[in-house]
């Protein structure tokens, strides 16, 4: 069973610093780019940043480019997501979720088709 | 405000046809597939249609997705009680300076 699971989520001051991760399983993690979404309380979702399969390419939401940093380690089949310089603005479920990639073309889409349940942050001020 | 738009609501009673649209530019929806997601209160977010008109594996096909130029909507025909829920429509959107995957601004299904 395909299966993703965040954790590391806390409250934190503001200014602070807190390093979310994301655990799969089920499925060839290596082969796969993977998001983080977030969504504040009783908001849409917000696209956060994206990791190629290699882990050597990045993208970012401009609300958190220079502050947030998503890694991976494909050994450990994890995606993990640093944040840093928090604000209140940043109070949300983060959500991971996993790329969209046609294993038979080995084509690499944008969206996501799997999702964690999610992990709250709450940035005190 | 989004860059794609949804209605904040849309309505219906069971058995009924409903439509949720997501309007887009060519710099989105124009030249790239559409994904919906579905959010019951609470839970996270799951995969309802993928590249514009597919449905993964256990989703019946009472829902359907279709795009045309800078749109694209999610319809639910037979509708039942139990697709109350909030929709969302999302896609990358190029740009030279900040692409980036946007989503819609949701919308609440409520069943009459």
């Known amino acids: 069973e395909v299966q993703l699971v965040e954790s590391g989520g806390d409250l934190v001051q503001s200014g602070g610093s807190l390093r979310l991760s994301c655990a799969a399983s089920?499925?060839?993690?290596?082969?796969?780019?993977m998001h983080w979404v977030r969504q504040a309380p009783g908001k849409g979702l917000v696209w956060v940043a994206r990791?190629?399969?290699?882990?050597?390419?990045?993208t970012y939401a401009d609300a958190v480019k220079g502050r947030f940093t998503i890694s991976r380690d494909n050994a450990e089949t994890t995606v993990y997501l640093q944040m840093d310089s928090l604000g209140a603005e940043d109070s949300a479920v983060y959500y991971c979720?996993?790329?969209?990639?046609?294993?038979?073309?080995?084509?690499?889409?944008?969206?996501?088709?799997?999702w964690g349940q999610g992990t709250t942050v709450h940035v005190s001020s | 405000q989004s860059v794609l738009t949804q209605p904040p609501s849309v309505s219906g009673t069971p058995g009924q046809r409903v439509t949720i649209s997501c309007s887009g530019s060519?710099?989105?929806?124009?030249?790239?597939?559409v994904y919906w997601y579905r959010q019951f209160p609470g839970r996270a977010p799951t995969v309802l249609m993928y590249?514009?008109?597919k449905r993964p594996s256990g989703v019946p096909d009472r829902f359907s997705g279709s795009k045309s130029g800078t749109s694209a909507s999610l319809a639910i025909s037979g509708l039942r009680s139990e697709d109350e829920a909030d929709y969302y429509c999302?896609?990358?959107?190029?740009?030279?300076?900040?692409?980036?995957?946007?989503f819609g601004g949701g919308t609440k299904l409520t069943v009459l």
């Open positions: 979720a996993r790329g969209d990639h046609d294993i038979v073309t080995d084509y690499y889409y944008y969206g996501m088709d799997v």
């Open positions: 089920g499925f060839r993690f290596s082969e796969y780019w």
């Open positions: 990791i190629n399969h290699h882990g050597n390419d990045a």
């Open positions: 060519s710099s989105n929806i124009g030249n790239n597939y």
């Open positions: 590249r514009n008109n």
């Open positions: 999302a896609t990358w959107h190029d740009s030279l300076t900040s692409p980036s995957w946007v």
